[in-house]
T-cell receptor, first 114, second 111 residues
Framework: DTEVTQTPKHLVMGMTNKKSLKCEQH?????MYWYKQKAKKPPELMFVYSYEKLSINESVPSRFSPECPNSSLLNLHLHALQPEDSALYLC?????????????FGDGTRLSIL | KNEVEQSPQNLTAQEGEFITINCSYSVGISALHWLQQHPGGGIVSLFMLSSGKKKHGRLIATINIQEKHSSLHITASHPRDSAVYICAVGHYGGSQGNLIFGKGTKLSVKP
């Protein structure tokens, strides 16, 4: 079982819908990440939170809105998405921020935009 | 040229074979990560290393900092090892927490 839990596992939504992806970890990690992964491609970093504050935004369109309500939870709010946003969205966490920290990944949410 | 190159892109092996996956990088790094991704999507962190060699069960990872090269070895391969193996590096001078990913090596182990 993964220590990073993502819900839902699958999501189908229309371009006018508003939905949210959720990520939860109880390992006491202070850094949390959102990645987007297209088929047969490596993950692409979207956002990084450190101590519940947004640390990195990799020029992600505003139709994706992250939120970190507390140290264990990370949400990704979706609005007016485009078909090209269909992908696997992965959440990860690490003890602290830094590329020399192992990252623990969730199983992902597979998102399809109609 | 990608900053992280993996080879081979695809690898098919028979059960029991010794497998090697290679990763070369062109940037200064703080650490190198080997990740495993199964068809369902979830990613497991296998190793993080900045020097030498690490072993976990049938998996061995080595890194040569001078040559900017790392290898992942699987001994006595098994069909359950079938997955995509991804090399990722933490880049000095990059955004903190930002990893540069290779394109992955898809491994299929046949019974």
């Amino acid at each position: 079982d993964t220590e990073v839990t993502q819900t839902p596992k699958h999501l189908v939504m229309g371009m006018t819908n508003k939905k949210s992806l959720k990520c939860e970890q109880h390992m006491g990690h202070r850094a949390m990440y959102w990645y987007k992964q297209k088929a047969k491609k490596p993950p692409e970093l979207m956002f990084v939170y450190s101590y519940e504050k947004l640390s990195i935004n990799e020029s992600v369109p505003s139709r994706f809105s992250p939120e970190c309500p507390n140290s264990s939870l990370l949400n990704l709010h979706l609005h007016a998405l485009q078909p090209e946003d269909s992908a696997l969205y992965l959440c990860a966490s690490s003890q602290d921020l830094g590329s020399n920290q192992p990252q623990h990944f969730g199983d992902g949410t597979r998102l399809s935009i109609l | 040229k990608n900053e992280v190159e993996q080879s081979p892109q695809n690898l098919t092996a028979q059960e029991g074979e010794f497998i090697t996956i290679n990763c070369s990088y062109s940037v200064g790094i703080s650490a190198l990560h080997w990740l495993q991704q199964h068809p369902g999507g979830g990613i497991v962190s296998l190793f993080m290393l900045s020097s030498g060699k690490k072993k976990h069960g049938r998996l061995i990872a080595t890194i040569n900092i001078q040559e900017k090269h790392s290898s992942l070895h699987i001994t006595a391969s098994h069909p359950r090892d079938s997955a995509v193996y991804i090399c990722a590096v933490g880049h000095y001078g990059g955004s903190q927490g930002n990893l540069i990913f290779g394109k992955g090596t898809k491994l299929s182990v046949k019974p």
